[in-house]
């Protein structure tokens, strides 16, 4: 392996905030699954179905997402930055809606907010940029190629 080709750390960082996220919620849809009587006698709102549809997605776009970083599928930040704000929007929107914002919501929203700028600054980074945009040198498709 390249100097060149090495994963800086900014991307490293990502890699493990999303796979953070997709383990979260496969636990979450695993205690859904086991759990499921319990929690329709004692949660009956949102509902277990509820619960395990929403880890689902989760887990699977997180899984996507990891996946395509891994593999410098991904030449923009739109995607990651699409997963982030749609989760940290979910994330709200549920806890709003189903729970309440709770005693400890300047907490929660400090640590929302604190998780959002650093994943920012990681997307955004100069060194997740070029390793997102930067092609094998055999890669036909190489942005400085002449075309015929």
């Keep these: 392996m390249s100097s060149t080709s090495k994963r800086p750390i900014p991307v490293t960082t990502l890699l493990l905030l999303v796979l953070c996220l997709v383990i979260w919620n496969l636990i979450r ?9 319990l929690l329709k006698e004692f949660a009956p709102r949102p509902g277990p179905v509820y619960i395990f549809i929403s880890a689902s997605f989760w887990a699977v776009s997180g899984f996507a997402l990891w996946r395509a970083l891994r593999r410098r599928q991904i030449t923009s930040a739109r995607k990651p930055l699409a997963y982030l704000l749609g989760y940290a929007m979910w994330w709200w929107a549920d806890r709003l809606l189903f729970s309440g914002p709770g005693l400890n919501w300047p907490f929660n929203l400090s ?3 604190l998780l959002c700028a650093l994943t920012l600054a990681l997307i955004f980074h100069r060194h997740t940029k070029e390793y997102l945009t930067q092609r094998e040198t055999y ?3 190489t942005p400085d190629s002449k075309t015929a």
Excluded: R, V
């Design 111 to 113: 640590l929302t907010l």
């Design 139 to 141: 890669d036909p498709n």
């Design 29 to 37: 849809a695993i205690a859904a699954i086991n759990n499921w009587t």
